[in-house]
DNA sequence: ACGCCTTGTGTTATATTGTTGCAATTCTAT
DNA sequence: ATAGAATTGCAACAATATAACACAAGGCGT
């Protein structure tokens, strides 16, 4: 299990480590982080609310990268594909992963409030991956939970008001 | 668990199942299954391969329906909220849903090849929900899992050939 | 350094999916 | 009958994602 995003914690260091680890895991597997790549996944990581991808499209624009839609689908395919991003289907977005060495079913929690997401630990969900195969007998490729609903703070929040 | 979807079965079974449960479900809530509605439901359980929101609306317009994507839109929604289809976000498509009098959270098997969705029983996903619940002091809404890969009858078919 | 191949990028256009707003109609209940 | 609510028709439009093809940059053996 990772930390917890809906508590407070020094954000550089999600940031910080993310980025190291996406450098070595290229590394590691020869490919290349160029610089509207690196760009993007350090966007995607500015916070723990996926982002979606015209609105990393228009800060690239702004920052001088090509301002056509390909250019930021293709960094996603790149990061995706290397498990540095996890695409969050029910959202149209993407979120940084905190894990991305061993291949891993993704499963988040989304604040419907806030939209942070958090990433967590998926044994339970690895378990029930095999349970379908052996009960359907089928052979599981891809596998993604998203669940949403209110975070602590966004609870707090509204009893304030 | 209900059955698999992957073997042969009488499918007109299903669907007679479908639009009987839907009646009376409508009924028992004061909501009114119109033509538009029907019909849409019944193109969704014209098989058990998630149909595209602009798939069914080709077919609407063709039987003379307004051939605008509200219909079918609205349609959706109606059936969503009663919870007698599910929406699979990495398809962007819909699937009728084999138990509509309880609220679930859906897991959905989906074949990457035939395209056939298998609604399981989620025993443990409620169990994660709950988990997940405590782990985080979170309120989980919604829930939805996602797997894909190769149905049997794809793999037969793959080593035939 | 040179050519060669592979990978990445620029550019334009287009496809697919989903929404908004408002008027007209139909249903329902008093 | 009539008011209010739910449903539908209609016309744009917004958001998300992909295709096709040309060009440029980087990696590699010679
Ligand atoms: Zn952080
Ligand atoms: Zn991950
Ligand atoms: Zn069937
Ligand atoms: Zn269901």
Redesign the pocket.
């Known amino acids: 299990m990772s930390q917890n995003v809906y508590e407070p914690h020094n954000h550089s260091h999600c940031v910080d480590h993310a980025i190291d680890r996406a450098r070595s895991l290229c590394e590691q597997r020869g490919?290349?982080l160029?610089?509207?790549?690196l760009r993007v996944l350090e966007l995607i990581w500015q916070s723990h609310k996926p982002m979606?991808?015209?609105e990393l499209l228009a800060i690239l624009a702004q920052e001088g990268?090509?301002p056509?839609?390909?250019?930021v689908?293709?960094?996603l395919d790149f990061l995706l594909d290397l498990g540095l991003v996890h695409r969050l289907h029910s959202l149209?977005a993407f979120v940084g992963c905190n894990h991305p060495e061993d291949q891993h079913p993704a499963c988040f929690f989304v604040c419907e409030q806030c939209g942070k997401a958090q990433e967590l630990a998926a044994d339970k969900l690895q378990a029930l991956s095999r349970q379908v195969e052996e009960l359907l007998g089928v052979t599981v490729n891809h596998q993604l939970t998203e669940l949403s609903g209110i975070c602590p703070g966004c609870k707090q929040k509204a009893l304030e008001q």
């Not at 056509?68 to 250019?71: F, G, I, L, M």
Request: glycine share 6%; no cysteine; net charge positive.
């Open positions: 490919a290349r160029t610089k509207v790549r979606g991808a015209y990268f090509n056509a839609p390909p250019t689908y293709r960094a149209n």
